[in-house]
T-cell receptor, first 111, second 112 residues
């Protein structure tokens, strides 16, 4: 199973952009890159996903490197409610449809 | 919100007793998953299902079994609970078209 690597923790000031990196050097051509976040005492929730092109939605943007070996989740203006653990995972669509999570990045937002 | 519910939400049991956690969905999604979450380990996949009666092991399947006799229900069973299985268990369902995972609210299990 392809593996992702993320920093354990990051800090950001409120109202500033946040760039959360993820390395996935063993990604295969059929793997989608997914991002989820988990707020305290809740289950994870979907943030965004992509395959090759950069993606935008109301929550965030996803920038994917040209070689697809890394990606960056961009929160354009961090709020206190964005404090959470962010998970970058690879979705295997070649057969098993397994979602393997790592330990994620704990984002702390400073007021 | 995706229609996914877990039961029980909280359970305390003793070592050696059997425990079954239930995940129920109203979305008719084919794929269902059981994860456990422990401090310092993130989410770890226990078992998953890709259809009725079709299941497979995840990363940490030892000590757990699952069953899926109908689309809407995915059961996780601990045949003989141990203290190392004290954890928060999350069920998830997957929309195969979009790939989004939707999680339940979690079931906190304490094995004394």
């Amino acid at each position: 199973d392809a593996k992702t690597t993320q920093p354990n923790s990051m800090e950001s000031n409120e109202e500033e952009p946040v760039h959360l990196p993820c390395n996935h050097s063993t990604i295969s051509g059929t793997d989608y890159i997914h991002w989820y976040r988990q707020l305290p005492s809740q289950g994870p929730e979907y943030v965004i996903h992509g395959l090759t092109s950069n993606v935008n939605n109301r929550m965030a943007s996803l920038a994917i490197a040209e070689d697809r070996k890394s990606s960056t989740l961009i929160l354009h203006r961090a709020t206190l409610r964005d404090a959470a653990v962010y998970y970058c995972i690879l979705r295997d669509v070649s057969g098993t449809y397994k979602y393997i999570f790592g330990t994620g990045t704990r984002l702390k937002v400073l007021a | 919100d995706a229609g996914i519910t877990q039961s029980p939400r909280h359970k305390v049991t003793e070592t050696g007793t059997p425990v079954t956690l239930r995940c129920h969905q109203t979305e008719n999604h084919r794929y269902m998953y059981w994860y456990r979450q422990d401090p310092g380990h993130g989410l770890r996949l226990i078992h998953y299902s890709y259809g009725v009666k079709d299941t497979d092991k995840g990363e940490v399947s030892d000590g757990y079994s699952v069953s899926r006799s109908k689309t809407e229900d995915f059961l996780l069973t601990l045949e003989s609970a141990t203290s190392s299985q004290t954890s928060v268990y999350f069920c998830a369902i997957s929309n195969r078209v979009t790939g989004e995972l939707f999680f339940g609210e979690g079931s906190r299990l304490t094995v004394l």
